[in-house]
């Protein structure tokens, strides 16, 4: 009888527990975007809110927590209470902040929902510089140190630590080229068109009228694999150097998350990001679609920070 009773209890507690999880969330959520309105990052944080609105029936309102080199955002979600009721927009820097000083936050005070972007870096000239390849490039920055004036971004973001990581596999110093900062990669196009600088490192869509207007050449992309946007530029790798590199983005939350309202949002994320309106959106706005689950994002995480520890170490930007 007290057998009977107890499993009775049990099977009452697992139902309620059940009800009571099936309501997540019975509220509005918040979704940390660590990035300026307007920007990427924030246009990605607006999208996925509108679509988790439509699957939950409930509010996802994105707050941008600005400041600090994305530290104030971050360190907003990373500890903000763990009921679900906060998400935030991840980003590279999560990987690169403590090691610059910023923050003591790191990729370990999270728990990962899913990656949802990925943006690698390309090197690009103007269509009449002399190198018909990367190597071509790279070989002449070695033979002429200080000869050759680079861009892409401010210094230490991702697009310079490209460089840096770049160089470093093929054996050419941090400062065999100068990097010429600039507020980012809109501006650093301008100065190669102008022949202000040699080289650009960013994204191939942000360079992408450039480059189909024929005015720019895509020596190389920092990936894996070819973008299918642009199949005709290679990969680094399929050159011989075995470098990818680029930005990312991704949805966490507070360590301690309940794991059930992880594996929620999770499911629910994933059929946004496989879905066709969300490849359009991506691939109107030129960014790059790449899905890794909750172990899989939290593993590159992992390396990533590894990564940019050492090439943060060769730029002289580590604390």
Known sequence: MRKVLILGLIAVFLMVASAGFAAYPEKGVTVICPWGAGGGTDRVARFMATELEKA???????VNKTGGGGAVGHGAGAYA???????????LEITTMHWMGLTKLTYEDFDYVIQINQDPSAVMVRSDAPWKGVKDLLNDVKANPGKYKFSGSGAGTIWDLSRIGMFDKVGIPVDAATWI????????IVELLGGHVDVIT?????AAAQVESGEFKALAIMADTRDTRFPDVPTLKEQGIDWSSGTFRGIAVPKGTPKEI???????????VTSDA????????????????SEEFYNFCKEQDMTWKKVLELGGYAK
């Open 56 to 62: 939950y029936g409930e509010p996802f309102v994105v």
């Open 81 to 91: 209470k763990a009921d679900g009721y906060n998400i935030t927009l991840l980003t």
């Open 181 to 188: 900062p600039t507020k980012g990669a809109a501006p650093s």
């Open 202 to 206: 960013c994204s191939l869509p942000e």
């Open 262 to 272: 992880v594996k929620s949002l999770y499911e629910t994320c994933n059929k946004i």
């Open 278 to 293: 969300y490849k359009d959106f991506m691939n109107k706005n030129g960014f790059g679609i790449k899905i890794r689950n």
